[in-house]
């Protein structure tokens, strides 16, 4: 990971929460394990309570991660380039708990389950 680690941006996350932010030597490394994809606008990439079996890390454009609660939904936060899901949720199998859409067009590096296991296992900077 970078030392420059942008900002979270959330209607709910406070000043000082970060996420880490991916060098493109990284997401190159990545990219070998998945496969590039457009996106448009308001396309779901993850529905939320849906056991989630993709990793994505976003290559253009932003994803936005929202809490849907009947009508409404509350926008938690707006990943950049760079930027990726949660792998934990992903590797443990759990349902997650949010929807996953993209924010606007560009593209995202998609990795399911059984190749990012592959990464985190023979690549020791994303194993540890």
Sequence with gaps: MTDKTPMIQSA?????KIIPTLTEAQIARIAAY??????????????AGMPTARFFVVAAGQIEIVR????TEELIAIYGP?????????????RGLAQIRAGEAGEVIEVD???????????????G
């Design 34 to 47: 998945g496969r590039v994809r457009r996106v448009q606008r308001g396309e779901v990439l993850v529905e």
């Design 68 to 71: 849907l609660s009947g009508a």
């Design 82 to 94: 760079g930027m990726f899901t949660g792998k934990v949720t992903l590797l443990t199998g759990r």
């Design 113 to 127: 389950r059984e190749h990012l296991l592959t990464l985190v296992q023979t690549d020791s900077e994303f194993g």
């Design 12 to 16: 709910t996350a406070s000043p000082d």
